[in-house]
């Protein structure tokens, strides 16, 4: 995928509200029971930190912070250093354990970035940072939940007379086949099991989604990221892609709802 959406969806980045903050709350209330007052600091990696927000969170904990916060786009990192004090460091989160320290992570954070990293190469690269007892937050969108977007696809755009409704359902069908989001909650399970992992604690966001007008539905889609993946087309200027995304956008009816189902997970060693 290419970097530039990473750093466009970063000027939009919206964790004041929505689903970011509703997973940012339910990660600390989680974390909060399980790591209590310590005067060793808490070494915390963030993988795909995006904006901070939830790093900036885990400084409620009730203890001393050692912070590193990894993602592919400088301008997600910038906005990150902005809020914490943290070692930034510019990779891809399946080649995390070539930048980090092994073993040397109480904590290693993984939120929302199932859409670009298959689960098997995550959860290698964690087992490798992971500390002797160290544990995993995971959180992800899972696809259950997004049906009349799925219907949608089906009966409006990919069997279409018009070409550029085609063209809008193959590059969904092409993100939808690089996306590595799990289908549910055993998906995920069967991965973490594969991997010699296990789920110490799990919560579930049920989130609807409503959208009034093609704007509303774009403002989420493309510019707050749930669905950029689309954009990352090969060899379509980013401008060209955006218009595509817009016009698909008006294409569908609305009101337009669909239910955003989160996993969020305390993963240990099986
Ligand atoms: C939806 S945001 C989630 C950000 C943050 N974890 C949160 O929960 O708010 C996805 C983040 O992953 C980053 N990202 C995308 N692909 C990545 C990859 N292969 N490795 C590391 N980070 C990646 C993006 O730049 C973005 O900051």
């Known amino acids: 995928m290419s970097l530039r959406v990473h750093d466009d969806v970063a000027r939009q980045y919206n964790s004041d509200d929505g689903i970011i903050a509703a997973k940012n709350q339910a990660v600390l209330e989680g974390l909060k029971q399980r790591f209590g007052p310590r005067a060793a600091a808490l070494r915390v990696a963030d993988l795909g930190v995006g904006d901070g927000a ?9 203890c001393p912070l050692a912070m590193t916060g990894l993602d592919v786009s400088p ?3 910038r906005l990150a250093a902005q809020r914490v004090p943290l070692t930034a460091v510019l990779a891809p989160a399946q080649d995390a ?4 320290p092994h073993g040397a992570f ?4 993984a939120h929302f970035v199932l859409a670009y990293v298959q689960p098997r190469d995550l ?5 490798q940072l992971l500390a002797p007892a160290g544990v995993l937050s995971l959180a992800t969108t899972v696809t259950e939940g ?17 070409p550029l409704r085609r063209a809008i359902a193959w590059a969904a069908d092409r993100a939808l086949a690089r996306s590595h989001m799990p289908a549910d909650f055993q998906a995920l399970e069967a991965e973490l099991q594969a991997s010699g992992l296990r789920c110490l604690a799990r ?9 009034d007008t093609p704007d509303e539905a774009y403002r989420f889609g493309i510019e707050e990221g749930w669905a950029v993946n689309i954009l990352a087309v090969p060899g379509v200027p980013l401008g060209a892609a955006k218009w595509l995304a817009r016009y698909g956008l008006r294409q569908c009816s609305y009101p337009f709802e669909v239910t955003q189902v989160i996993e969020i997970l305390e993963v240990g060693a099986a």
């Not at 109480?106 to 954070?109: A, K, Q, S």
């Open 54 to 62: 939830q790093l900036q969170m885990l400084t409620t904990l009730a």
């Open 75 to 77: 301008a997600m990192l």
């Open 97 to 100: 354990a070539a930048h980090l």
């Open 106 to 109: 109480d904590l290693v954070l």
């Open 123 to 127: 959860l290698a690269q964690v087992r």
């Open 146 to 162: 997004g049906a009349p977007f799925y219907a949608a696809l089906e009966s409006t755009f990919r069997h279409s007379w018009n």
């Open 203 to 211: 919560r579930t966001l049920r989130m609807p989604v409503r959208f």
